[in-house]
Nanobody, 125 residues
Framework: QLQACGGGLVQAGDSLRLSCAASGLAFSFYVMGWFRQAPGKEREFVATISRSGGRTYYADSVKGRFTISRDDAKNTVYLQMNSLKPEDTAVYSC????????????????????WGQGTEVTVSS
């Protein structure tokens, strides 16, 4: 089970940190990712982090503003979002994808096995 939290209503330029706590799975064996879905749009990839935490990958739209990290001791993945823009408004969901390799990451949703419920982020202009 994946439980995301940390969303809210903020103004453009503000920051938020999303958290996603995992339970019932061997967290350290999973690639973790964040996706988002804006109203009326398809779900899109945001960020991913490898099992080791040593490799990350971001969508171009968030690169340089968002940072994904993980704490395996807490079975938690984070998404630090800075310089938020109105176009970042969406429901953000975390996902876990099983991986053998410690340096692998996934940026397509079909590689993820488990999904959490979303947390809503609204950025006002």
């Amino acid at each position: 089970q994946l439980q995301a939290c940390g969303g809210g209503l903020v103004q453009a330029g503000d920051s938020l940190r999303l958290s996603c706590a995992a339970s019932g799975l061997a967290f350290s064996f999973y690639v973790m990712g964040w996706f988002r879905q804006a109203p009326g749009k398809e779900r899109e990839f945001v960020a991913t982090i490898s099992r080791s935490g040593g490799r990350t990958y971001y969508a171009d739209s968030v690169k340089g503003r968002f940072t994904i990290s993980r704490d395996d001791a807490k079975n938690t993945v984070y998404l630090q979002m800075n310089s938020l823009k109105p176009e970042d408004t969406a429901v953000y969901s975390c996902a876990a994808g099983a991986s053998v390799g410690s340096s692998t990451y996934y940026y397509t949703d079909n590689r993820y096995n488990f999904w959490g419920q979303g947390t809503e982020v609204t950025v006002s202009s």
